[in-house]
């Protein structure tokens, strides 16, 4: 099994630009969600989908936040505009909902805004 | 809100020596998961250790045990035979409210000195 896949592993943005952050979870699981971890903050959940359906989005800081999972296989979290405050790793993590609720993370996607 | 509390910002272990992290958690839930997860340098998330808690039974995993004291709400992570590689963030976290999301503590950063 590939584990949880998620791209860019890094990305450099400029103030105000769109950002969109890919992940694709383990196959036949069938919940995602969307981390964000920061020194301050800690490690936050902005949003998480069962069978693509949104659940639970109360973690989006702010309406330049969006995520949408189009199928079983693929999720994106965007960002428009971004700002520095952005500045985080964005973790996707993917869990079978029907098991021991244990979430298995990808490597995080380094989000900086200059 | 549930919370999931790491007293310990930072412990430090001697190679080959044993240690344990600390946690504790507030739920009002009688069934639940608790979880341990292992963060290293390279900032991928990994599941060391998971417990339910209509277990009574400590989990383990080869050098990694847990005391799980229900009645006290606390969860420790003992780690024998300490390895270089055992140096990490280690972050506790439970399923809040019986749904699929993880509360997630602080974080212990472990050192292990040779």
């Known amino acids: 099994d590939a584990g949880v896949i998620q791209s860019p592993r890094h990305e450099v943005t400029e103030m105000g630009q769109e950002v969109t952050l890919r992940c694709k979870p383990i196959?036949?699981?069938?919940?995602l969600f969307w981390y964000r971890q920061t020194m301050m903050r800690g490690l936050e959940l902005l949003i998480y989908f069962n069978n693509n359906v949104p659940i639970d989005d109360s973690g989006m800081p702010e309406d330049r936040f969006s995520a949408k999972m189009p199928n079983a296989s693929f999720s994106t979290l965007k960002i428009q505009p971004s700002e520095p405050r952005d500045s985080a790793v964005y973790f996707c993590?993917?869990?079978?909902?029907?098991?021991?609720?244990?979430?298995?993370f990808g490597p995080g996607t380094r989000l900086t805004v200059t | 809100a549930q919370t999931v509390t790491q007293s310990q910002p930072e412990m430090s272990v001697q190679e080959a020596e044993t240690v344990t992290l600390s946690c504790t958690y507030d739920t009002s839930e009688s069934d639940y998961y608790l979880f341990w997860y292992k963060q290293p340098p390279s900032r991928q998330m990994i599941l060391v250790i998971r417990q339910e808690a209509y277990k009574q039974q400590n989990a383990t995993e080869n050098r990694f045990s847990v005391n799980f004291q229900k009645a006290a709400k606390s969860f420790s992570l003992k780690i024998s035979d300490s390895q270089l590689g055992d140096a990490a963030m280690y972050f506790c976290?439970?399923?809040?409210?019986?749904?699929?999301?993880?509360?997630f503590g602080k974080g212990t950063k472990l050192t292990v000195n040779p």
């Open positions: 993590a993917s869990s079978l909902r029907e098991g021991t609720y244990e979430q298995y």
């Open positions: 196959s036949g699981h069938n919940s």
């Open positions: 976290a439970s399923n809040q409210g019986g749904s699929e999301k993880l509360v």
